[in-house]
C-alpha cells in the first residue's frame, strides 16, 4: 500500500516562503510522475508542479519563478514556495502515479493572509 504524508503548510503572509514535504512509504523513484496540486475552496484540483516519466520539471504558469519542485535520491518531494501570494491558499497535495494507479496524500493547507 503506497502511502504519501504531506508536511509544512501553515499560515503566511503575502510575500513569505514555504517548503511543502512529501514523504512516500517507498523510493519516489519507483513511481512514473510525481506532482503537486492544489485546491482552493469553490474550485477544481489543479496541478501546481510536477515532475514527468523523463525527470524533466512542469509548473503551472501561476506559479513559475516563484515555486521549485524537488527530490531526494529516497522518498521525499518538495515544493518550495517564494513570493507566495493570497490566491496561493489551498490545500496541497501530493501526488504519485504507477502502474496505472495515481495515489493522493492527505493534504496540507496553505494559508496566505496579512
Known amino acids: 500500500q503506497v502511502q504519501l504524508v504531506e508536511s509544512g503548510g501553515g499560515l503566511v503572509q503575502p510575500g513569505g516562503s514555504l517548503r511543502l514535504s512529501c514523504a512516500a512509504s517507498?523510493?519516489?523513484?519507483?513511481?512514473?510522475?510525481l506532482a503537486w496540486y492544489r485546491q482552493a475552496p469553490g474550485k477544481e484540483r489543479e496541478l501546481v508542479a510536477g515532475f514527468t516519466s523523463g525527470g524533466r520539471t512542469n509548473y503551472a504558469d501561476s506559479v513559475k519563478g516563484r515555486f521549485t519542485i524537488s527530490r531526494d535520491n529516497a522518498k521525499n518531494m518538495y515544493l518550495q514556495m517564494n513570493s507566495l501570494k493570497s490566491a496561493d491558499t489551498a490545500v496541497y497535495y501530493c501526488?504519485?502515479?504507477?502502474?496505472?494507479?495515481?495515489?493522493w496524500g492527505q493534504g496540507t493547507q496553505v494559508t496566505v493572509s496579512s
Open positions: 517507498m523510493n519516489i523513484f519507483s513511481f512514473n510522475r
Open positions: 501526488n504519485a502515479y504507477s502502474g496505472g494507479y495515481s495515489y
